[in-house]
């Protein structure tokens, strides 16, 4: 078999790789790139992107069914679903194309199927072999396998997105975002919803406090959430599957989806072959310039990397950090403190900055501001019961360590509150600016 030589073989066509991938080819390098699955990665295809379409029309439904309320009299609105699918497909069905167009048109080798080193730097594509002076691993990651007796009846979330009919009953298993995130968007559109929970603290990366807020508002809209319990099995008998956890509970479903975790998707690669050390739950291990830590000439970024946390605009950063890297730069990463997290349920849940926890263990003297916001003009002027704040000050500075919330537009103003922390601002300077009113950003003020 023929080895074809490259300067650089960039394994994914995601945010981490896509970029490094052009601004390489756009400074004279001869540059490969492998593709497993749809081109352009998880987010723009089958992640972030079309979760979010999906989300803003059950937030619709949900502001409708609270002003019914508060004076609104109207009934609930007809809602297909069909067409949500339909009008979700105008973002993601060109990305693939286009994105495999705009390489192949930049002059990069386009491969595509599953790839794996056969030894340093070199990787087997399907029938070809590629070799270069540096890898680039950014393939992002992928639903874990689980074991569980009949794991193959469970939906991928991926899939979930492609439904053209939304079943009556749906088991989501796992209490993550992924999870919640589409039960939120199914109940809306009348599905009876069961989240199944193995621990005692679901979405355990988020503030406790907006998270049992979350769960009260969960409940409100007919999602059950079942917490400590740890799917066992699946079965079909017939037309329903049968869903068993321990303890012997059973839930009938007509689908049930998979949303208990996404690790690095690099088990195939055979990462040994090329000396590249990495944890199966975190990722490839680098060093502060993105750099494998056992192999110098190869970098790997965003999900598919150890650092930093596994979110889109965290990819993208890493793939601009690694393509300066590999055309000559010493960049290292940044702090990932002041890097927002975001749940898009209704009501949004984000955080920034440090928890409780953390500060505590790192040392931190601090203040925790926690206040009630239902009560204020912007939730309730949409009739949003579910809306809260909790603020980290450092005592002795008044600077601003993290902010957790809950409610309308946490989406947006988290960014405010991530501005804060990057720029380690203090609670006085955050208040000076003169913002809109009325306005959650103006609300600021008065959550420190």
């Known amino acids: 078999m023929e080895t074809k030589q490259y300067d650089l073989i960039v394994l994914g066509t995601g945010g981490a790789g896509y970029q490094v991938a052009m601004k390489c080819k756009e400074a004279g390098q001869n540059v490969a790139i492998v ?26 439904a949900d502001i409708n069914r609270r002003l019914s309320e508060i004076g609104i009299i109207s009934n609930q609105p007809e809602m297909s679903w069909q067409e949500l699918i339909t009008f979700k497909r105008t973002f993601t069905d060109p990305v693939p194309k286009s994105t495999e167009s705009s390489l192949r048109d930049a002059g990069i080798a386009v491969f595509n199927g599953s790839p794996r080193f056969i030894d340093n730097l070199t990787i087997e594509v399907g029938d070809a072999r590629l070799k270069a002076n540096k890898v680039h691993i950014a393939v992002g990651a992928k639903p874990a396998k689980l074991s569980i007796d009949g794991f193959e009846h469970m939906t991928l979330s991926d899939d979930f997105l492609e439904l053209d009919k939304l079943p009556k009953r749906i088991v989501f298993v796992g209490g993550g975002y992924v999870s919640f995130e589409l039960a939120h968007v199914a109940a809306r559109f009348g599905s009876e919803v069961t989240i199944l929970h193995g621990d005692t603290t679901p979405l355990a990366m988020f503030d406790a406090d907006m998270v049992h807020e979350l769960l009260k508002a969960s409940k409100d809209v007919g999602i059950t959430v079942e917490l400590d319990k740890q799917v066992t099995s699946i079965r079909k008998p017939d037309e329903a ?26 088990s195939e690669l055979n990462l040994e072959a090329t000396n590249v050390d990495y944890d199966p739950k975190r990722g490839v291990l680098v060093n502060e310039y993105l750099q494998s830590t056992s192999n110098p000439d190869v970098y790997a970024a965003g999900d598919a990397a150890a650092a930093g946390p596994p979110l889109s605009p965290v ?7 690694v393509a300066k ?37 790192s040392g931190i003297d601090f203040n925790v501001i926690s206040t009630d916001t239902s009560s204020w003009f912007d939730a309730k002027r949409l009739g949003q019961k579910y809306s809260r704040s909790k603020i980290i000050v450092e005592k002795q500075t008044q600077k ?11 989406e947006d103003l988290i960014n405010i509150f991530s501005l804060a ?12 600016p003169i913002m809109a009113f009325p306005t959650t950003s103006d609300d600021m003020r008065y959550m420190f």
């Open 35 to 60: 593709n497993d699955g749809p081109f352009g990665g998880t987010c723009s295809v089958r992640g972030c992107i079309p979760k979010k379409v999906l989300a803003g029309t059950a937030e619709i």
């Open 241 to 266: 599957f049968i869903v068993s956890t321990n303890g012997g509970n059973t839930y009938e479903a007509d689908l049930v989806v998979h949303g208990a975790g996404r690790p690095p998707a690099i």
């Open 315 to 321: 990819a993208g950063v890493q793939g601009g950090i």
């Open 325 to 361: 890297n590999l055309l000559g730069g010493r960049e290292k990463q940044p702090s990932y403190l002041s890097t927002p997290s975001v749940i898009f349920t209704t009501p949004t849940v984000a955080g920034v900055g440090h928890s409780e926890k953390s500060a505590t263990e």
């Open 400 to 410: 601003i360590l993290g902010a957790h919330l809950i409610g309308n537009n946490a």
């Open 421 to 432: 922390v990057e720029l380690d601002l203090t609670t006085e300077q955050l208040k000076r």
